[in-house]
């Protein structure tokens, strides 16, 4: 499941860009995509070593650290 391309060209205009490429949307969406998965393999296992199934905000905030 990918995330949808308008939210991502949104943060690529709001960065200051005024033309964005489909192709740099669709790159900031799968490197957004990985980094996604990274944080939330890291928050997953935060929550583990807890001794918890359910994934909390403090699992997170802790995996982008």
């Known amino acids: 499941m990918s ?3 308008a939210p991502i060209e949104r943060i690529i205009r709001k960065a200051g860009a005024e033309r964005v490429s ?35 905000e403090e699992d997170v905030d802790m995996a982008t650290q």
């Open 22 to 56: 489909k192709e740099a949307v669709e790159e900031l969406r799968d490197a957004v995509e990985d980094l996604g998965k990274e944080v939330s393999a890291d928050a997953v296992k935060m929550a583990s070593h807890a001794e918890r199934n359910t994934v909390k």
């Open 3 to 5: 995330l949808p391309n």
